[in-house]
């Protein structure tokens, strides 16, 4: 009569299940693994949280550039003044065909376009702050042997992949 192998399955702090390799490898401190896995969880976080920014900033200011080009402004000086392309300010001027003249004065989309701007560049460079911190707790949890690829990717949302490409010049431990 054959027998029925029955596993548990492990689940990681985050709630997520977790790699459980087969091969043995040495156990960092719980402590520090489990620091580690609240760290990239709370990165993961606030990375969903800053790209939901961006988006909201980026549809906002699309909706300026369009109503900007609605009310006169040239291709240039809206491009001048968020940093965009003219071939990317025109399209998003085609994208919204349903406006209407508001009346504004040149000066006041002027000066709402490059706030809305500034405010979605700032988003940006937080975004990027929080990768970095990401990366370089990525490259820690290699280094003293606290996770493993397949652990890493999946804690951070990354791919194994793309976790093994980044950290590709990373000495590790023997």
Do not use: F, W
Not at 41 to 52: E, P
Not at 141 to 158: I, K
């Amino acid at each position: 009569m054959p027998t029925k192998l029955v596993t548990a399955q492990a689940r990681s702090a985050t709630g997520r299940y977790t790699y459980r390799a087969k091969a043995p490898r040495p156990q960092a401190p719980e402590a520090e693994h489990t620091k580690l896995t609240h760290a990239l969880a709370a990165h993961r976080q606030l990375l969903s949280h800053a790209a939901s920014a961006i988006r909201t900033l980026a549809a906002a200011r699309n909706e300026l550039i369009a109503q900007a080009l609605e009310d006169g402004l040239t291709l240039t000086t809206v491009s001048a003044v968020t940093g965009e392309n003219l071939r990317a300010v025109r399209t998003i001027g085609l994208a919204y065909d349903d406006l209407h003249p508001s009346g504004l004065p040149r000066s006041a989309h002027v000066a709402a376009l490059r706030q809305k701007s500034d405010e979605l560049k700032a988003a940006e460079r937080h975004r990027d702050q929080i990768t970095e911190r990401r990366e370089a707790l990525i490259v820690m949890a290699l280094r003293n042997q606290v996770c493993d690829d397949l652990e890493l990717a999946s804690l951070t949302g990354l791919t194994p992949d793309h976790i093994r490409r980044t950290t590709r010049g990373i000495p590790r431990p023997a």
